[in-house]
């Protein structure tokens, strides 16, 4: 007898590029095509060869809106897919900002890397896909409701639940070949502002649970003593004389951060604080809030998102001009610190003494935002050398998340299981710690790597038939550019500390030969072959 087939395609043992194909017969569903983000190494793998044919899928269905579970749908288009994507009606409306945006970044990226100089004699550089792609991605969409049964695709009978991680964010239950399998996507923490608690059907065959903060419990926090823990940090900051700098993801985490200003403010326990919001992606995502606002608990009394002491900052030269000033508060993307105005901020803000950064998202292992939480004294941005001054501080609270024990809640919410729980969407170490949590109540726990496949059998533990990519493995983990950038950031200084011109050129000759060396080394190894 054939069983239906599960395919990780991404984010297995990484927090990011959430890709799953599950095939039944001649009929084959993606749940999920994000973009792989971090660092430069885990980025490249955007650019390679789908491991699928894009025009033999039947049909996507989407669990959310976030980039990393769905920045490639332009490029699955480009490339043949046409069947229908299916999300909830919020994931659609955030989508037809989102992808159009990241479009335009990828095609003013390739054109800013074709104007390098020193990439002038190199092939021209094209985008992963261009805004075309996108806006054709998006007339494939097709919105349904929470928990209304729909067929996927032939043979597929699927199921949303409520994720409660962002605006729209869903669990897929997809029926097959007689299987039943659970895909969360994203779970959403209790006591999350906007939305309700997870929920989800029991009783399946097989369950894939993301594990992002998998190892970590954070202190349990009601709204309200989250907001004042906002307000002590704001104040804290803006005491120093500087700016306070927030990194924020443009989905979500702008406007939850935006309802708690709003409620400090209408208060008075703010009463004079500025708030910039320099991400044009999050202006436009706010207004989908605001047309979805009948959905969203918690929003309290008085003016939200168009609170007096919100500045939406739209141009260049307005969003450079924020630099120039004092005591702001400044929310600006990516979230990660990776691209967008947020870098130009830190930039200008990190060597301040008197300014504060402020994170309050989960920082991918290789992103620059993890560089500067986990203690980097210099920091490269955008060619240039940023020395480390200002205060680091982080609020937990604001994670869009599940932590450990909300997990451990989830899954055992889901039970019995009665085939096999994959843990996925977490680093190495989240999942070994989630994994120890739950070997007493479930008998089949995988970690599957990107490139695996299983046979899925009804009421049995899935059994893998293809073997991963174990080339990926030093990807996922810390990028060599990452110890480069802090080898390069900190080589002045340190030749700088050599007492002696005549000892800081040996110091130069020593490395130059040691590179030299390896180059001829692997030169010999390839003759030798």
């Not at 003013?108 to 792609?133: F, I, K, Q, W």
């Not at 008197?354 to 620059?368: H, M, R």
């Not at 982080?394 to 889901?414: K, Q, T």
């Not at 059998?457 to 991963?468: D, K, N, S, Y």
Request: proline letters at 5%.
């Amino acid at each position: 007898m054939t069983f239906p087939t599960l395919a990780i395609h991404g984010a297995a043992q990484t927090v990011t590029g959430s890709c799953f194909e599950m095939a039944a017969g001649r009929h084959h569903v993606l749940v999920d095509c994000g973009l792989f983000q971090g660092s430069r190494t885990l980025e490249a793998l955007n650019h390679e060869p789908f491991a699928f044919d894009p025009s033999a899928l039947d049909a996507v269905v989407l669990t959310h809106a976030h980039l990393d579970h769905s920045g490639l749908l332009p490029r699955l288009v480009s490339e043949g897919f046409r069947g229908p994507i299916w999300c909830t009606a919020a994931t659609r409306d955030l989508l037809g900002e989102m992808l159009p945006d990241a479009a335009r970044i990828q095609e003013s990226e390739a054109d800013r890397r074709n104007r390098r100089g020193d990439r002038a004699d190199e092939p021209p550089v094209e985008p992963l896909y261009t805004s075309a792609d996108a806006e054709r991605a998006l007339e494939l969409l097709l919105p349904v409701k929470i928990e209304e049964e729909f067929e996927a695709a032939p043979g597929f009978a699927a199921r949303l639940w409520n994720a409660g991680h962002i605006l729209g964010s869903a669990s897929v239950e997809l029926r097959a070949g007689g299987v039943r399998t659970l895909f969360s996507g994203d779970l959403g923490p209790s006591q999350k502002s906007f939305h309700l608690d997870p929920t989800g059907p029991r009783g399946m065959d097989h369950v894939l649970c993301e594990s992002t903060y998998g190892d970590r419990d954070r202190t349990a926090l009601t709204i309200e003593q989250r907001r004042s823990l906002l307000e002590t940090e704001v104040k804290q900051a803006l005491a120093l004389g500087g700016n306070l700098v927030i990194p924020v993801f443009a989905l979500e985490r702008t406007q939850e951060l935006l309802l708690d200003f709003a409620q400090l403010l209408n208060s008075g326990r703010l009463a004079g604080t500025r708030v910039f919001i320099d991400s044009p992606l999050a202006s436009r995502a706010t207004e989908v809030f605001r047309r979805h606002k009948r959905e969203l608990e918690d929003m309290g009394s008085g003016e939200v998102f168009d609170h007096p002491a919100f500045h939406y900052v739209e141009s260049v030269e307005a969003s450079m001009g924020i630099n120039r000033l004092s005591g702001a508060v400044i929310l600006s993307a990516s979230g990660m610190c990776e691209a967008g105005r947020i870098r130009h901020h830190l930039r200008f803000n990190l060597p301040r003494q008197d300014s504060t950064i402020l994170f309050v998202g989960f920082q991918a292992q290789g992103t620059l935002g993890r560089t500067i939480l986990d203690g980097a004294g210099r920091v490269r941005i955008s060619g240039r050398d940023v020395a480390v001054r200002a205060r680091i501080r982080r609020i937990d609270s604001y994670s869009a998340h599940a932590d450990r024990s909300e997990l451990l809640e989830w899954v055992e919410a889901r039970e019995p299981i009665l085939g096999s729980l994959f843990l996925t969407h977490g680093e190495t170490d989240a999942i070994d710690t989630l994994r120890q949590g739950l070997e007493h109540r479930i008998a089949s726990i995988l970690v599957p790597e990107i490139g695996e496949h299983y046979e899925l059998p009804p009421g049995e533990p899935a059994r893998r038939i293809a073997t991963g990519r174990v080339d990926l493995r030093p990807a996922l983990r810390r990028d060599w550019q990452n110890d480069y950038a802090d080898f390069a950031v900190n080589l002045k200084r340190k030749l700088e500390r050599i007492e002696s011109g005549e000892r800081r050129a040996e110091a130069v000759r020593l490395m130059r030969r040691v590179l030299d060396d390896y180059a001829a080394h692997k030169d010999r190894k390839h003759q030798s072959s």
